[in-house]
C-alpha cells in the first residue's frame, strides 16, 4: 500500500515533467517551421496524450476484453471533454479559433454519431459489433481528418511568421517531445496500475475502478498537458490536444482495435455515446454565448459540474 502510493506520486511527476517537455518541444516546432501551435496540438500532441489508450485497447481487443475497448475509449472522451475542458477552462479561459469552432468540434460530434450508427445493429448487421469493415470506415474517415490537417497546415500561418525565430536544434526540438511522451505513457501506466492496487485493497469493485480510475488514469497525459498548456496561455495546444485526442480516440484507436479483432457493442454503453454528443454539442454553443469563441469560466465550470454529477450517478448506482 505505501509502495504503491509512493509509486503513484512518482508516475504524477513523471506525467507533469513529460508534460511540460512535450508542450515545449511542440511550441518550438510550431515556431520553427511556421506551423500553428492548432496543428501541432491536433496532431504531435494529441497522439502522443492518446497513446495510453491506444496500448491499453490494442492489449483488450487482442484478449476479446470489449467491454474494456469501448469503456476506455468512451470514458476516456467523457473524461476530455467534460473534467479536463473544464479544470482547464477554469485556470484560464480558453479562446478557441473560428476553424476550430466551426470545423474540429462538429468534426468531434460527427465522429461519435458515425460510431453510434456503427455500433447498433442498424443498416444491414444483425448484431451490436464493430467488424473489420467498420474499423476500415472509421480508419478511413480518420485518413481524411489527417488530410484535413494536412491542407491546414499550408493555409494557416501563426502570428510569428516572418519574425527570427530563437533555435533550438531540431534534436533538442524532437528530444523534448520523445521524452516528454514517454514521460507521459510511464507515468500514466504508474499512476493507474497502482491506484487500481490501492482501491483493490480499499474493497472497490472492479467496475468502479475501471469507470474511474482507469478512465481518468489513461486521460491523465491529456489532462496535464493541457492544464501546462492553459498555465502558459498557450489556448490551442491545450484545446487542441482535447478535440484531436477524441477524434483520434474514437476514428484510430477504435478502428486499429476492431481490425486487430472485431468488438461486441455492449449497448449500455448507448448512455456515454449520447452524454459525448450532447457534451460537444454544448460545447459547440458555449462558443457563442458569454466571450465569443472563448470557453469561459462559468462555462467551464458547468462541464466540470455535469462530469462529477455523472460519476456520483454512476457509483450510486453500482452500490
Known sequence: MILSTGIIIAGFFLLIKGADWMVSGASALAKKYNVSDLVIGLTIVSFGTSAPELVVNSVASFQRHSDIVFGNVLGSNIVNLFLILGVTGLIYPITVQSDTVWKEIPMSVLAVI??????????????????????????????????????????????????????????????LIVIGISGLVLGGKLVVDNAIKVATVLGVSEKIIGLTIVAIGTSLPELVTSVVAALKKNSDIAFGNIIGSNIFNILFILSVSSLIHPVDFNTTFNLELYLLAGGTLVLFLAMFTGGKKMLDRWEAGILLSVYLFYTVWMVAKEI
Not at 129 to 134: A, L, P, Q, Y
Not at 143 to 172: C, D
Open 114 to 175: 458515425l460510431l453510434f450508427v456503427l455500433s447498433n445493429s442498424f443498416l444491414l448487421q444483425k448484431v451490436n459489433v464493430i467488424t473489420r469493415i467498420d474499423g476500415g470506415i472509421l480508419l478511413l474517415m480518420f485518413a481524411g481528418f489527417m488530410y484535413y490537417i494536412y491542407t491546414q497546415m499550408k493555409v494557416e500561418r501563426p502570428e510569428t511568421e516572418g519574425l527570427p525565430v530563437k533555435g533550438m536544434s531540431n534534436l533538442k526540438i524532437w528530444g
